[in-house]
Nanobody, 122 residues
């Protein structure tokens, strides 16, 4: 299984960015995908996830600002981030769940992609 996250960059506060997670070796119909982030000096935390069935979930701090979606044909999951603030600065990772479900926390993810850095300037 391989996951490749990309799309990070530098953006001003209030701006938007879209992250992508390209998956290979499995189908998004069968496995959930989670987005996590890790800010400097902080623990990694769950941000959003989408299950194999298409159900989505978000951590409270990003609800209404972030939208997770997927393109089954391209086997890619997206994280559209809007109204970004400095608190969103982090390295973002995508991960594959062991089954079809998803959770915005650890415990069910067994494969991780490399991170993509998002920096929000104030």
């Amino acid at each position: 299984f391989q996951l490749q996250a990309y799309g990070g960059g530098l953006v001003q506060a209030g701006g938007s960015l879209r992250l992508s997670c390209a998956a290979s070796g499995f189908s998004l119909d069968d496995n959930g995908i989670g987005w996590f982030r890790q800010a400097p000096g902080k623990e990694r935390e769950g941000v959003s996830c989408i299950s194999g069935g298409g159900s989505v979930a978000y951590r409270d701090s990003v609800k209404g600002r972030f939208t997770i979606s997927r393109d089954i044909a391209k086997n890619t999951v997206f994280l559209q981030m809007s109204s970004l603030g400095p608190e969103d600065t982090a390295t973002y990772y995508c991960a594959k769940s062991m089954g079809s479900s998803c959770r915005v926390r650890f415990g069910i993810y067994d494969s991780w992609g490399q991170g993509t850095l998002v920096t929000v300037s104030s």
